[in-house]
């Protein structure tokens, strides 16, 4: 986001848009004059076609009314008893005359017996319990047939009568000349299809639809749209063309005078090392005395940068070494108090007090391994090593551990990463309560020391410590109660992270933030 930003905020940009504003109004005046032919059209042609297929719904009607008619006088003639023996002749004359050999008609009494009909058989998909109970018209896509129903006044007879495909395409075919048209019939969820261009109907296209009678039937005519033409395009895009090359153009005089040698000015003072002194005119070539202003700009900038890095490089390099002799007093200063505390334990004879010292002591310690591993990794500012200062920390622990934990075995399977001082500093502490609190509950235990990074994770790692002498019991229980549980509770707030302990177990584990 922030360099899409930077590039349209550049003078380039700002002259295509200034100018492609500039033109938009005539090119939307063209536009719009191109759309209106097509809409103009595009309307014509749904006029025709909405004329098209009102004309083919009013002929299919016609038709299917006059030929419900003669059915409906010959039934009720039947069903009366007052037909003579012709008048199934004449009726099959008047429905199969004109090139109508499309049309088929039965006609049956309630006990299902045929009294005349054509001599084709009858097409399928009617049951013989439909005859009488089913609408007028009903669309049969199995036999590609629409059926028409003529029942006698007194429903004693029915007259059915089938029209197949290709005969209801010859009676709809509409007297205007549409191209790519196709006709199809849809009475509810069914459809049929009474004629198609030369194949499917893909792409876009339009369709109107108008009712028969029945209205339940409706006729729909969809005619494809025609492809798309280079002179239609042409036609249609032009306007935007001529506007988007004038802008194009002068953005490219503006690009070539101005942008283009502004562009290699910033690459020459991207590629500045400090320390350099920037010549950029010598590989820049441009008629803008403006732009040959900014290089000489440039270039006395560059002298005095670097100048002051110089300066900035003698001072880091105090800096440093004061910061070394800082953590380097501090670190002897650790020591003679460590020193100062072995001496008063030395001289002690009660046990307890002898005890309180060495515990002093071991936080003493524990303080003097970070700022001493702190002191080691200044020089290439990446932190305390997690490996080196668990490893020193546990000599050191057990150097001042009572003589009967002496050999109290400590593991330890670390990652290699580094953690600021500001984390150490606690992890070491949380480090010597937990072993010290180890030693005191089972002084022949070992310890586990586990340091990884967190999956998918490259800033945390996941501190873990085991041992079995850390299981609940009562004894643990009094001694957490009394002062490791506050101090380990305050260095997991240090930590900004939950201390979490499984007493089955006997582990304790915290997340700890390293160095990437």
């Given at each position: 986001?922030?360099m899409?930003?930077?590039?349209?905020?550049?003078?380039g940009?700002?002259?295509?848009l200034?100018?492609?504003l500039?033109?938009l109004p005539?090119g939307?005046?063209?536009?719009?004059?191109?759309l209106q032919?097509?809409r103009?059209?595009?309307?014509?042609k749904?006029?025709?076609?909405?004329?098209a297929?009102?004309?083919?719904?009013?002929?299919?009607?016609?038709?299917?009314?006059?030929?419900?008619?003669?059915l409906a006088?010959?039934?009720?003639?039947?069903?009366g008893?007052?037909?003579d023996g012709a008048i199934c002749?004449?009726?099959?004359?008047?429905?199969?005359?004109?090139?109508?050999?499309?049309?088929?008609?039965y006609?049956?009494?309630?006990?299902?017996r045929?009294?005349?009909?054509?001599?084709?058989?009858?097409?399928?998909?009617?049951l013989?319990?439909d005859?009488f109970?089913?609408?007028?018209?009903?669309?049969?896509?199995?036999?590609?047939?629409?059926?028409s129903?003529t029942?006698?006044?007194?429903?004693k007879?029915?007259?059915?009568?089938y029209y197949s495909?290709?005969?209801l395409?010859?009676i709809?075919?509409?007297a205007?000349?549409?191209?790519n048209?196709?006709?199809?019939l849809?009475?509810g969820n069914?459809?049929?299809?009474?004629?198609?261009?030369?194949?499917?109907?893909?792409?876009?296209?339009?369709?109107l639809?108008a009712r028969?009678d029945?209205?339940?039937i409706?006729?729909?005519?969809?005619?494809?749209?025609?492809?798309a033409?280079v002179?239609r395009l042409?036609s249609?895009?032009?306007?935007?063309?001529?506007?988007?090359?004038?802008?194009?153009?002068?953005?490219?005089?503006?690009?070539?005078?101005?942008?283009?040698?502004?562009v290699?000015?910033?690459?020459?003072v991207?590629?500045y090392?400090?320390?350099?002194?920037?010549?950029?005119?010598?590989?820049?070539r441009t008629?803008a005395?403006?732009i040959?202003?900014l290089?000489?700009t440039?270039?006395?900038?560059s002298e005095?940068?670097?100048?002051?890095e110089a300066?900035?490089?003698?001072?880091?390099?105090t800096?440093?070494?004061?910061?070394?002799?800082v953590?380097h007093?501090?670190?002897?200063?650790?020591?003679?108090?460590a020193s100062l505390i072995?001496?008063?334990?030395?001289?002690?004879?009660d046990?307890?007090?002898?005890?309180a010292?060495?515990?002093?002591?071991?936080?003493?310690?524990?303080?003097?391994?970070?700022?001493r591993?702190?002191?080691?990794?200044?020089?290439?500012?990446?932190?305390?090593?997690?490996?080196p200062?668990?490893?020193?920390?546990?000599?050191s622990l057990?150097?001042?551990a009572?003589?009967?934990?002496?050999?109290?075995?400590?593991q330890?399977?670390?990652?290699?990463?580094?953690?600021s001082q500001d984390?150490?500093?606690?992890?070491?502490?949380?480090v010597?309560e937990?072993?010290?609190?180890?030693?005191l509950?089972d002084p022949?235990?070992?310890?586990?020391?586990?340091v990884?990074l967190e999956p998918?994770r490259?800033?945390?790692?996941?501190l873990a410590?085991?041992?079995?002498?850390?299981?609940?019991?009562?004894?643990?229980?009094?001694l957490?109660?009394n002062?490791?549980g506050?101090?380990?509770?305050?260095l997991?707030?240090?930590l900004?992270?939950?201390?979490?302990?499984?007493?089955?177990?006997?582990?304790?584990?915290?997340?700890?933030n390293?160095?990437?």
């Amino acid at each position: 986001m922030n360099m899409l930003g930077v590039y349209f905020r550049s003078t380039g940009v700002k002259m295509f848009l200034i100018l492609t504003l500039a033109l938009l109004p005539l090119g939307l005046i063209a536009l719009i004059a191109s759309l209106q032919a097509i809409r103009t059209a595009d309307l014509e042609k749904e006029a025709l076609l909405r004329v098209a297929v009102t004309q083919s719904a009013r002929k299919l009607t016609a038709d299917l009314t006059a030929d419900r008619t003669a059915l409906a006088l010959t039934v009720n003639a039947l069903a009366g008893g007052k037909a003579d023996g012709a008048i199934c002749h004449r009726l099959s004359f008047f429905l199969t005359s004109q090139d109508r050999n499309g049309v088929r008609f039965y006609i049956y009494d309630r006990t299902g017996r045929r009294l005349c009909g054509s001599e084709a058989p009858e097409p399928a998909g009617v049951l013989p319990a439909d005859r009488f109970a089913r609408p007028r018209a009903e669309l049969l896509p199995g036999s590609d047939a629409l059926l028409s129903r003529t029942r006698s006044d007194d429903g004693k007879v029915a007259a059915l009568a089938y029209y197949s495909r290709t005969h209801l395409e010859s009676i709809a075919d509409p007297a205007t000349a549409l191209q790519n048209r196709q006709l199809s019939l849809r009475q509810g969820n069914r459809v049929m299809i009474v004629s198609r261009p030369g194949g499917m109907i893909h792409g876009q296209s339009t369709s109107l639809s108008a009712r028969l009678d029945p209205p339940d039937i409706l006729l729909t005519m969809t005619v494809r749209e025609p492809p798309a033409t280079v002179a239609r395009l042409l036609s249609l895009f032009l306007p935007l063309v001529m506007w988007f090359a004038a802008a194009a153009i002068g953005w490219f005089v503006v690009n070539r005078l101005l942008i283009r040698p502004l562009v290699l000015l910033r690459r020459s003072v991207a590629a500045y090392r400090p320390g350099e002194v920037l010549e950029p005119l010598q590989r820049i070539r441009t008629p803008a005395h403006e732009i040959a202003a900014l290089g000489d700009t440039f270039r006395e900038i560059s002298e005095d940068v670097a100048t002051h890095e110089a300066e900035m490089a003698d001072a880091l390099d105090t800096q440093r070494k004061l910061t070394r002799e800082v953590h380097h007093r501090v670190k002897n200063n650790l020591q003679i108090i460590a020193s100062l505390i072995s001496l008063h334990a030395r001289a002690a004879h009660d046990p307890e007090a002898v005890e309180a010292y060495a515990s002093i002591q071991r936080r003493v310690d524990a303080l003097s391994v970070v700022h001493r591993n702190h002191f080691a990794e200044l020089e290439e500012n990446r932190g305390v090593g997690v490996r080196p200062l668990i490893s020193e920390l546990s000599a050191s622990l057990r150097g001042t551990a009572p003589h009967e934990a002496r050999r109290f075995g400590i593991q330890i399977d670390s990652d290699d990463l580094h953690i600021s001082q500001d984390v150490a500093v606690p992890v070491a502490f949380l480090v010597t309560e937990l072993v010290e609190l180890a030693m005191l509950s089972d002084p022949r235990a070992t310890m586990r020391i586990t340091v990884h990074l967190e999956p998918g994770r490259t800033d945390r790692a996941i501190l873990a410590m085991s041992s079995a002498a850390l299981a609940a019991s009562p004894d643990m229980s009094i001694l957490l109660g009394n002062r490791y549980g506050r101090v380990m509770t305050g260095l997991s707030r240090q930590l900004r992270a939950p201390l979490e302990h499984d007493g089955e177990t006997g582990s304790y584990a915290i997340a700890i933030n390293v160095v990437p």
